[in-house]
């Protein structure tokens, strides 16, 4: 039976790391369950430290404004992470320390998502990576199984320790992620977002700080600025298409693609099917998925 009623979760590190992984999925989802989908964007850093001309408070209020504005058009919660505290995590510089891990566990037991998107963690030691994305990775799989363990974090998160709610836990998938420069970069799922290109493209340009400012600055060689919607669009598509030759898709489509993980809960190939957006058949591995997830489950 299809499940009706639909929670998905995207646990990132910086606030437009949504928009360029999965915005146009999550908006598959959408159009799939409508007013029966909730979905949350965690953002777990600050986002004050990208900036070059703007003080960091400036950068920070700015980032998360555009966040919010980014939400609005593609339909769904956003939330910045919070520390027992009540602090937040530091760009550039996240650890994976207790703190980090109470809130993260805390906030997942509260959306109580079924299925949750995250960075991947590097394989390879001679890969590159952002030290933000990896610790999120790293986070997200080392709490994984404390999701429905109450009393984990009760001492940063106090409750009553004898009334405790059984909280499920989701399935964990990994988004393709440019930042971790692997050297391997595999994937199970993947959906064709043309249909629905229209939400990544203006969500993503939300964030003028970023491309406007902040990225033709750090990365002078790889990025000018878009002087309008129609100049990001091309930039945007050629993105795709790159990300599409990195995975091995042929021919080059607007795709975004995920690895099922053995992290959470273990779906079944049928769930998968009955609950997920149609995936594009030619970029999907859909073979090979159901002979690991059947070996995993048994």
């Known amino acids: 039976m299809k499940n009706s009623n639909l929670k998905i979760m995207c646990v990132h590190a910086h606030f437009d790391d949504l928009e360029l992984s999965g915005g146009g999925t999550f908006e598959l989802f959408r159009q799939k369950y409508g007013n029966q989908l909730q979905t949350l964007s965690l953002v777990c850093t600050d986002g004050k430290a990208g900036h070059h001309f703007l003080t960091r408070d400036e950068t920070g209020r700015i980032r998360k404004s555009e966040q919010e504005v980014a939400g609005k058009i593609g339909g769904y919660e956003t939330e910045l992470l919070t520390l027992p505290d009540g602090s937040h995590a530091r760009e550039g510089c996240l650890i994976l320390d207790t703190a980090f891990m109470a809130a993260l566990w805390h906030s997942i037991r509260r959306f109580q998502p079924d299925y949750l998107f995250c ?11 952002h ?79 970023q491309i406007k400012e902040w990225l033709p600055w750090v990365v002078p060689n790889e990025f000018s600025a878009p002087k309008d919607l129609e ?38 190939y049928e769930q998968l099917i009955e609950d997920f957006p149609s995936m594009d058949v030619e970029a999907s591995h859909f073979d090979e998925l159901e002979k690991r997830l059947s070996q995993r489950r048994a």
């Not at 298409?241 to 053995?262: C, D, Q, W, Y």
């Open 231 to 268: 100049e990001w669009k091309e930039f945007l598509i050629n993105f795709y298409h790159s990300n599409s030759r990195k995975m091995g898709i042929v021919p080059e489509r607007l795709i975004e693609a995920f690895t099922i993980t053995a992290w959470g809960s273990i779906p079944s």
């Open 131 to 209: 030290v933000d994305h990896e610790a999120v990775a790293d986070a997200v799989r080392k709490i994984a199984y404390m999701v429905n363990v109450p009393h984990a974090f009760t001492p940063e998160y106090p409750t009553d320790e004898t009334q405790s709610e059984s909280i499920k836990v989701p399935v964990i998938l990994n988004f393709f992620d440019l930042y971790q420069k692997s050297l391997n970069l595999p994937h199970d799922i993947a959906f064709n977002i043309e249909p629905v290109f229209e939400i990544p493209l203006r969500t993503s340009y939300a964030y003028r700080s």
């Open 119 to 129: 960075p991947p963690l590097t394989s390879h030691p001679l890969a590159g990576l």
